[in-house]
């Protein structure tokens, strides 16, 4: 049999022809170890290079941690094969060269999409500050203390403007809403009533007019909710006896309205068609109102069902109108109430079920502890649905002992205000902390996630990874472009900042 050159004859050990597989030449052993060491070990290099720094360039998710995990599994008997190859760099380089690609690959297809802290405002000082509410305004977040009002530029994180209360004042009411680029907020000295109101131009921070109010009596530096309201183009502002509108754009007097007999105010919320007047009637049932901002017309008038005694209250909603009460009897009313424009009771959801205990105020039922002159509130309403977060007593559960370990789940849950009927539940990794409107969707936001779910149907459209700080109490979220959030926490003395902007 003649030679082939290139191969080894057997017989003789001379040199000989090279040998041929089925389709092509085959690969010795020398070769063979160096490519596939090279594309393997490149593979699980370069995808767990890219898991230790995918975060910092927008990727997320659990997958992240499986991807690791795969990396260093497969790093540890391709390492030697990796070595091999570098030591060989004509059949090498191009084998690691694959198979960096196919590991950067694999990362892309697999991984989520994550966010960072684009920028964090420095901790608060003294380490007793706390904010007590905030607002968004065009391009800026506007962050409420006692003592200062700050508004930072919700790209970057630098501060605009500074706002100090006149005196010795401190801050202990604010407006929920703003109009005209204008927020109410009321202030006063230690253990005086909250009897100044001022009109603060969010754009620079400037104090547009200052109105004197005959507030209720006020305790220490004390703050309190739905005091202030805007409405459409009125400033209303609840004092001892009445409500009082005030012209937005410059403080002039607009109307007053009064409560019925024996009834004294107790809470106000403004919309842009509406004005919502709550009165307490000693022992007989609260009376809740609707006005029109213009005149203070009454367009609605509705007895609530709280002759026992409220415990909690709050206007979920102006348009439709929507009210959580929470009466002090165990077998008393506990519900968010839904009105038509006749005052005629349309829907009522309970608060504690068989199934959910609903998060309309955030952190619970005593979340009014949280950001004191402008609560947080986790009930929304899109269109004609309640969206709230659901809980359930074994949501979270802590397990192991000298090395416990954590694990939780959470849901938003959608209820009609038409019917009452549930609509949908959307299922969360963990108790939502965070809740804002975004169009036709909503977002929430748990301790490392953000979901956002569709608002009409509950499917989800996109979840983000955060990567960076972990928000662990309730925050204020805010939507400030495609992707990009800001976070507001109340004690940003700690761990957590003050204001932080993710993207």
Not at 141 to 167: E, F, H, I, K, L
Not at 320 to 332: F, H, M, Y
Not at 407 to 418: E, H, K, Q
Not at 430 to 458: C, F, H, N, Y
Request: net charge negative; hydrophobic share 40%.
């Amino acid at each position: 049999m003649a030679d082939v050159p290139g191969d080894k004859d057997v017989r003789t050990g001379r040199a000989g022809a090279r040998r041929f597989g089925p389709s092509g030449p085959a690969l010795d052993r020398d070769t063979w170890m160096v490519v596939s060491g090279g594309l393997l070990g490149a593979f699980f290099a370069s995808m767990g290079l890219a898991v230790l720094l995918g975060p910092s360039q927008g990727f997320g998710g659990d997958s992240l941690g499986s991807m690791g995990i795969v990396s260093i599994l497969g790093l540890m008997p391709c390492a030697a094969g990796l070595l091999w190859a570098l030591l060989h760099p004509r059949r090498g380089v191009p084998a690691i060269a694959g198979g960096a690609a196919l590991g950067v690959g694999a990362f892309a297809l697999f991984a989520g999409t994550g966010l960072n802290d684009d920028w964090k405002a420095p901790p608060d000082r003294p380490a007793t500050a706390r904010a007590v509410g905030s607002w968004t305004s065009g391009n800026l977040v506007v962050r409420v203390r006692p003592d200062q009002v700050v508004a930072y530029r919700s790209g970057t994180g630098t501060v605009a403007w500074r706002w100090t209360p006149p005196g010795d004042d401190s801050v202990c009411a604010m407006s929920r809403g703003t109009g005209r680029g204008l927020g109410l907020l009321g202030h006063s000295p230690h253990d005086q009533p909250c009897g100044s109101v001022t009109a603060l131009d969010l754009s620079d921070g400037t104090a547009r007019w200052t109105a004197v109010a005959d507030a209720p009596a006020r305790f220490g530096d004390t703050a309190e909710p739905d005091l202030l309201a805007v409405a459409d183009d009125e400033a209303v502002l609840q004092e001892r006896t009445d409500w009082r509108a005030l012209r937005l754009a410059d403080g002039a007097a607009a109307w007053r309205s009064d409560p019925d007999t024996g009834c004294a105010p107790l809470q106000v919320a403004g919309g842009a068609a509406a004005v919502v007047t709550v009165a307490q009637c000693g022992a007989a049932e609260p009376v809740l109102r609707s006005l029109s901002p213009a005149d203070g017309r009454e367009q609605t008038r509705v007895a609530l069902p709280g002759a026992g005694g409220l415990r909690n209250l709050a206007v979920v909603s102006v348009e439709p109108l929507a009210v959580w009460v929470d009466t002090q009897g165990e077998r008393g009313t506990h519900a968010v109430l839904s009105y038509d424009r006749a005052g005629r009771q349309r829907a009522a959801i309970p608060v504690t079920g068989d199934e959910y205990d609903l998060d309309v105020m955030l952190g619970g039922v005593h979340a009014f502890d949280e950001f004191d002159a402008r609560p947080l509130y986790g009930g929304v309403v899109v269109g004609d649905l309640l969206i709230v977060p659901g809980k359930r007593p074994d949501d979270v559960r802590i397990t192991g002992g000298k090395n416990p370990s954590r694990t939780a789940t959470g849901r938003l849950v959608a209820y009609s205000l038409a019917d009452g009927a549930k609509r949908w539940t959307a299922g969360l990794d963990d108790q939502v902390i965070g809740v804002v409107v975004d169009g036709p969707s909503v977002w929430a936001l748990t301790r490392d996630k953000l979901t956002s779910v569709e608002a009409a149907t509950g499917r989800r459209r996109s979840e983000l990874d955060v990567n960076d700080t972990v928000s662990v109490n309730p925050v204020t979220l805010s939507v400030t472009g495609r992707e990009r959030f800001t976070v507001v926490a109340e004690d940003g003395t700690r761990d957590e900042p003050p204001v932080r902007g993710l993207g």
